[in-house]
């Protein structure tokens, strides 16, 4: 369902628009909402994408390696003679 939208642009911004929609083939309400449309699709990419990066960071990554020698081998000093 679309509603309309009431918005405050200067004159020569709407002049410059309407060029644009007559060589687009559209209007300037759809030039708007195309770029709002793209505006919102955008950061609701970005905040998924975000999420994910959050989630994998929340994981943690393995490094490669094996189990780290416990404190005891690491000290294991056998007499040289």
Do not use: C, Y
């Amino acid at each position: 369902m679309k509603q309309n939208l009431t918005l405050a642009i200067d004159r020569r911004l709407i002049k410059r628009a309407r060029v644009l929609a007559a060589q687009r083939g559209t209007s300037i309400s759809g030039l708007l909402a195309e770029e709002l449309e793209r505006l919102v699709n955008d950061h609701q990419a970005w905040e998924r994408a975000k999420a994910r990066a959050l989630a994998l960071m929340e994981s943690g990554f393995h490094l490669g390696g094996g189990p780290l020698p416990s404190r005891e081998e690491l000290h294991d000093r056998k007499s040289v003679r």
